[in-house]
Nanobody, 129 residues
Framework: QVQLVESGGGLVQPGGSLRLSCVVRSSFFRANAMGWYRQAPGKQRELVAS???????NYADFAKGRFTISGDNGKGTVYLQMDNLRPEDTAVYYC???????????????????????WGQGTPVTVSI
């Protein structure tokens, strides 16, 4: 069973920093793109930042200059360094991965796969005094 496992959320004061981590727990998933979304209470889930296997990154306007996405899609890891956090950054942050899901090692060798989008369970971030 393939899973995205997140860590690093918590409580931080305004102006502080947090680093979120996410790892794909499976040998049968190859990520083409990974990223972070967030959902605040009463609001829709929104993109924070994403990165592709080719190294292209994309940031929401509110994240530019404060957040940095990094990691290795090939290894199934993605991180989000969040600096100068604000109370409005309070939300549950979700890891996301788009890629190829294989059933067996033979499928990996023969490139038989299903395209899948995966989500982590979410890690809460609270920015407050």
């Amino acid at each position: 069973q393939v899973q995205l496992v997140e860590s690093g959320g918590g409580l931080v004061q305004p102006g502080g920093s947090l680093r979120l981590s996410c790892v794909v727990r499976s040998s049968f998933f190859r990520a083409n793109a990974m990223g972070w979304y967030r959902q605040a209470p009463g609001k829709q889930r929104e993109l924070v930042a994403s990165s592709t296997s080719s190294g292209r990154t994309n940031y929401a306007d509110f994240a530019k200059g404060r957040f940095t996405i990094s990691g290795d899609n090939g290894k199934g890891t993605v991180y989000l360094q969040m600096d100068n956090l604000r109370p409005e950054d309070t939300a549950v942050y979700y890891c996301n991965a788009d890629g190829k899901l294989y059933d067996t090692y033979a499928d990996v060798v023969n490139e038989r796969f299903r395209v899948r989008q995966l989500w982590g369970q979410g890690t809460p971030v609270t920015v407050s005094i």
